[in-house]
T-cell receptor, first 107, second 114 residues
Framework: LAKTTQPISMDSYEGQEVNITCSHN???????ITWYQQFPSQGPRFIIQ???TKVTNEVASLFIPADRKSSTLSLPRVSLSDTAVYYC????????FGTGTRLKVLA | DTEVTQTPKHLVMGMTNKKSLKCEQH?????MYWYKQKAKKPPELMFV???????INESVPSRFSPECPNSSLLNLHLHALQPEDSALYLC?????????????FGDGTRLSIL
């Protein structure tokens, strides 16, 4: 199973773009990259998933370089409500959560 | 609101009690999961059911006993738990018919062992 490494924490101000990078050096050919958001006392919520290049949805973008050894979650114009823990997961069937990144958005 | 419903939301039990956690989904998902999450830690996978059969047990102590009576329901039976078992227990589901489908999580049961 591919291990993921993310920054433990990040601070940002409202209205800024936030980029969270995840390293997954031993990603396998069939592995997808998935990001989740978790608020206190709630279950994780799916944000975005990708295999290669760039994926965009209504809340985020996911950038994956050609070697797929890392990925970057981009949150445009964050607000206070985006304060949460963000997890990067890599795999095909079995989910192993890494430490996650605690994002704090400041007013 | 989530599409995966977990009950109860909170549970306090003694070390000699027997209790059960319940998880229900009506999305037609055929894979269901139990996770344990300690405070300020990531969720840890405990069990995976695929088409109502146990497919993964992450070496969980036998005081935790999962059960999947049908495709919509997942239970976790608890017996003789220890104080270190106090945690948030999360249930999730996903359709297993495609590789690496994103999981839908419930909001968990907060378990406290006295």
């Amino acid at each position: 199973l591919a291990k993921t490494t993310q920054p433990i924490s990040m601070d940002s101000y409202e209205g800024q773009e936030v980029n969270i990078t995840c390293s997954h050096n031993n990603i396998a050919t069939n592995d997808y990259i998935t990001w989740y958001q978790q608020f206190p006392s709630q279950g994780p919520r799916f944000i975005i998933q990708g295999y290669k290049t760039k994926v965009t949805n209504e809340v985020a973008s996911l950038f994956i370089p050609a070697d797929r050894k890392s990925s970057t979650l981009s949150l445009p114009r964050v607000s206070l409500s985006d304060t949460a823990v963000y997890y990067c997961l890599v795999g095909t069937y079995k989910y192993i959560f890494g430490t996650g990144t605690r994002l704090k958005v400041l007013a | 609101d989530t599409e995966v419903t977990q009950t109860p939301k909170h549970l306090v039990m003694g070390m000699t009690n027997k209790k059960s956690l319940k998880c229900e989904q009506h999305m037609g998902h055929r894979a269901m999961y139990w996770y344990k999450q300690k405070a300020k830690k990531p969720p840890e996978l405990m069990f995976v059911y695929s088409y109502e059969k146990l497919s993964i047990n992450e070496s969980v102590p036998s005081r935790f006993s999962p059960e999947c009576p049908n495709s919509s329901l997942l239970n976790l039976h608890l017996h003789a738990l220890q104080p270190e078992d106090s945690a948030l227990y999360l249930c999730a589901s996903s359709p297993p018919d495609r590789i690496f489908q994103p999981q839908h999580f419930g909001d968990g049961t907060r378990l406290s062992i006295l």
